[in-house]
T-cell receptor, first 111, second 111 residues
């Protein structure tokens, strides 16, 4: 296996609460990504990281923040969850210009 | 508006049939990847194509990158139920590391 795990796998939270999703890798890959997947939209990039403490915004970054204090961990935080953030969230890792290896996803429901 | 379009959106066929799915854009990509995703899991990389006109084969799957590097196709010969899944294409703009994903083709192969 590729050595990428996401936690939790499922979460139900209330509108207005903060939520943090975790991505952990054992591959020592430089690049890490957070995507969300919604019907009809495919995978959309939220944020990505190209090194420790080096992050940048993706296509749908509003309402999300990230942190990467160690090579192996990339955290995604929903600052104040809304129903529009109900989705399946995927973390991915890669080396320069390489293919992505995805985690198994986190299904988040905001009620 | 999706940068990458995939067609058809859904495809249901009988075991043993051949099929082709398409990935199209008005943008030029430096490379293009195909992934397969099964329910409840993250996408898994099948192939990367980088040269216009390139053809790659993976057992019964044949991938082609268009000459102008704006489109790609995936042909499956003698489809099997194990080929069932969501097929995603993803393109890299310029020489950046980030890939943009299409919405996918959902394939169902019936025994």
């Amino acid at each position: 296996d590729a050595g990428i795990t996401q936690s939790p796998r499922h979460k139900v939270t209330e509108t207005g609460t903060p939520v943090t999703l975790r991505c952990h890798q054992t591959e020592n890959h430089r690049y890490m990504y957070w995507y969300r997947q919604d019907p009809g939209h495919g995978l959309r990039l939220i944020h990505y990281s190209y090194g420790v403490k080096d992050t940048d915004k993706g296509e749908v970054s509003d309402g999300y923040s990230v942190s990467r204090s160690k090579t192996e961990d990339f955290l995604l935080t929903l600052e104040s969850a809304t129903s529009s953030q109900t989705s399946v969230y995927f973390c991915a890792i890669s080396e320069m210009r390489g293919g992505y290896t995805f985690g198994s996803g986190t299904r988040l429901t905001v009620v | 508006t999706q940068l990458l379009e995939q067609s058809p959106q859904f495809l249901s066929i009988q075991e043993g049939e051949n099929l082709t799915v398409y990935c199209n854009s008005s943008s030029v990509f430096s490379s293009l990847q195909w992934y397969r995703q099964e329910p409840g899991e993250g996408p898994v990389l099948l192939v990367t194509v980088v040269t216009g006109g390139e053809v790659k084969k993976l057992k019964r799957l044949t991938f082609q990158f268009g000459d102008a590097r704006k489109d790609s196709s995936l042909h499956i010969t003698a489809a099997q139920p194990g080929d069932t899944g969501l097929y995603l294409c993803a393109g890299a703009l310029g020489y950046g590391q980030n890939f943009v994903f299409g919405p996918g083709t959902r394939l169902s192969v019936l025994p």
